[in-house]
């Protein structure tokens, strides 16, 4: 009895320390666009792909989705669920919208229930 609740207790312990979340993100739009999690940074063509943090590494809670037209400097629009970042923001104010976009600018929408939860990110 006592190997067994031994071995429960290291078994709930290692799943705590093995934890990780994962984004699904999808791109409707005609650009490509690079993706930086703070501990991950990816290009993100149009389409859909689900990015996971590590095991033991931090959860991922935000993310900048960027755009560079090739001119000095890039448009950068943050969202999450961490204080500081919104869950909704768009490119509008920006005056180099990105051209492969059909209205002018391009949103990004962020929907996660908790930190430690699984997140959904949406390019349009």
Avoid at 75 to 99: D, E, R, T
Avoid at 109 to 116: E, F, H, I, K, V
Wanted: one cysteine or more.
């Amino acid at each position: 009895m006592k190997k067994l609740l031994l071995a429960a207790v290291a078994l709930a312990g290692a799943c705590g320390f093995t934890h990780a979340n994962s984004v699904t993100v999808r791109n409707l739009t005609g650009c490509t666009f690079t993706l930086d999690f703070s501990s991950i940074m990816m290009t993100m063509a149009p389409g859909e792909t689900i990015v996971t943090s590590a095991p033991g590494a931090a959860d991922l809670t935000v993310c900048k989705v960027i755009y560079n037209d090739g001119l000095p400097g890039r448009i950068s629009i943050g969202a999450g669920i961490v204080p500081g970042y919104v869950s909704y923001a768009n490119s509008l104010s920006s005056p180099n919208n990105p051209p492969c976009v059909t209205n002018g600018f391009y949103s990004v929408a962020w929907s996660q229930s908790s930190p430690t939860a699984d997140a959904q990110l949406m390019i349009f």
